[in-house]
Nanobody
Framework: QVQLVESGGGLVQAGGSLRLSCTAS????????MGWFRQAPGKEREFVAA????????YYADSMKGRFTISRDNAKSTVYLQMNSLKPEDTAVYYC??????????????????WGQGTLVTVSS
């Protein structure tokens, strides 16, 4: 399996931006679709965005469309989540994950077999 390490979280004011990174090691990164999920305190983990092996196909949760952008650099074995116009309700631990499959099935956590440790994003009002 691939191993994943997220970075880039932190404290930001509402309306600000952050870019999260997730770097993979181990097996071939380009064999995996990648996703970002988040989990706020007391809530279930929810889908944020996903990107296929080539980077040419993406999915977004409705509440993130137009504000968040997922991208990947297979040469660097890294997937990114650019987050703009952040809101206090975006506060959560953000996780990246790897999936051997693609399609709308990646909107659910069970499609992903490898997870990072998470990075905390806090948006102050």
């Amino acid at each position: 399996q691939v191993q994943l390490v997220e970075s880039g979280g932190g404290l930001v004011q509402a309306g600000g931006s952050l870019r999260l990174s997730c770097t993979a090691s181990g097996r071939t990164f380009s064999n995996y679709a990648m996703g970002w999920f988040r989990q706020a305190p007391g809530k279930e983990r929810e889908f944020v965005a996903a990107i296929n092996w080539s980077g040419r196909s993406t999915y977004y949760a409705d509440s993130m469309k137009g504000r968040f952008t997922i991208s990947r650099d297979n040469a660097k074995s890294t997937v990114y989540l650019q987050m703009n116009s952040l809101k206090p309700e975006d506060t959560a631990v953000y996780y990246c994950a790897a999936s051997p499959v693609w399609g709308t099935i990646v909107l659910v956590t069970t499609s992903f077999n490898t997870w990072g440790q998470g990075t905390l994003v806090t948006v102050s009002s």
